[in-house]
């Protein structure tokens, strides 16, 4: 019973850790997100692309 104040303070600071820790880790995903719409809206603006047109299936009927 000695011991419960120094497991609950134990239990505390580790909450305290892995919520800073977790929003560290929204900022991140914020600022990634943020930077890849700049990126999206810019390529738009120039009218650049990074990605290819597909490929026409191959089973597809010929015209004969």
């Given at each position: 019973?000695?011991?419960?104040?120094?497991?609950?303070?134990?239990?505390?600071?580790?909450?305290?850790?892995?919520?800073?820790?977790?929003?560290?880790?929204?900022?991140?995903?914020?600022?990634?997100?943020?930077?890849?719409?700049?990126?999206?809206?810019?390529?738009?603006?120039?009218?650049?692309?990074?990605?290819r047109p597909?490929?026409?299936?191959?089973?597809?009927?010929?015209?004969?």
């Amino acid at each position: 019973m000695e011991s419960l104040p120094f497991f609950l303070a134990g239990v505390a600071v580790g909450l305290a850790l892995c919520w800073a820790y977790i929003g560290r880790l929204k900022a991140t995903i914020k600022l990634y997100e943020t930077y890849i719409h700049e990126r999206i809206d810019m390529l738009a603006k120039h009218g650049q692309s990074d990605q290819r047109p597909a490929p026409a299936p191959s089973y597809a009927p010929t015209a004969k």
